[in-house]
């Protein structure tokens, strides 16, 4: 039983948890998902194995969820806990089937060729959280769905902004190509960190996406039900907030994300609060 109280959430980007708002009692539950999601993460990213091994290790996790699927014993610690919270919770695997597959993908990277190749990686790699987040609040509705992934995708968007040169040192470019060559943005733009009119140009382009994609999901922030769930409301206030804050320092970086990866301060931790207090629901039309 102690791995129930281990709660910790270290830095898996796009898991919009590890707040005082989160109750007690989905705690467990959700730091056995995002251990899962960290670790397949880090198999994918992180250390120097060929591809072939990345690949064969998440096998082992797609045979896990298999057997969890088939009610057959899983065998790894992590995965017989979240056998118990998919059983307690009637979580659907199809977003960890989806999430893995992001990483398999990322063990295999590809250049992203057009904006529809980089929203299907977001779906599956940012989205499917948003997912399991809403059926353990017990708040999956068709219409929460599609803001949460909106919010999900652009805060993904929002990480391959701010870490375009963390990215390129990974041998990795998000941003299309297609949208590199319409705005005459080359590889030497990443590799030489050279911030000119039409690197300005492919970013505000993509900023100006996320921040419209953020705010097309923010009313989910507004609308949890009563109960457990509205307590989450505040917290994706808060991150809708944050994910827009941070669009704000790029552009005040004028788009300089090479000498200087934006991030939040305290004074930006104010500026969101005030702004997530006063959040409303745009008007219909």
């Not at 730091?31 to 397949?40: G, P």
């Not at 298999?66 to 199809?94: G, K, S, T």
């Not at 989910?220 to 320092?249: D, H, K």
Request: some cysteine.
């Amino acid at each position: 039983m102690a791995a129930r109280t281990d709660t910790r959430i270290d830095h898996y980007e796009n898991f919009p948890v590890a707040s005082l708002l989160l109750p007690k009692a989905l705690r467990w539950p959700v730091a056995v998902i995002y251990r899962i999601a960290r670790s397949a993460d880090d198999i994918a990213d992180e250390g120097d194995a060929p591809a072939v091994e990345r690949l064969a290790l998440l096998a082992e996790y797609r045979a896990e969820l298999d057997r969890i699927a088939q009610d057959m014993p899983a065998r790894a610690p992590m995965f017989q806990d979240l056998a118990e919270v998919v059983r307690q919770y009637r979580l659907p695997l199809q977003p960890l089937y989806e999430l893995l597959s992001a990483f398999e993908q990322d063990a295999r990277f590809v250049r992203m060729t057009d904006a529809a190749m980089l929203l299907d990686y977001c779906t599956r790699s940012a989205n499917p959280v948003g997912h399991l987040m809403l059926h353990l609040y017990g708040a999956a509705t068709p219409e929460r769905l599609a803001q949460s992934d909106a919010i999900c995708t652009g805060l993904q968007l929002v990480n391959f902004c701010q870490d375009v040169a963390v990215d390129w040192r990974k041998q990795r470019v998000y941003l299309p190509t297609d949208a590199c060559a319409r705005h005459g943005v080359t590889d030497a733009h990443f590799a030489e960190g050279r911030c000119d009119a039409q690197w300005r140009a492919l970013m505000s382009e993509w900023v100006d996406r996320t921040r419209a994609m953020l705010q097309s999901g923010a009313p989910l922030a507004l609308g949890m039900p009563p109960g457990t769930a509205r307590r989450i409301g505040w917290e994706l206030r808060l991150i809708v907030q944050g994910g827009l804050r941070i669009l704000e320092r790029i552009e005040a970086a004028r788009y300089d994300v090479f000498r200087q990866r934006p991030t939040l301060r305290a004074a930006d931790w104010c500026i969101m609060l005030a702004r997530a207090a006063v959040m409303r629901v745009p008007p219909a039309g």
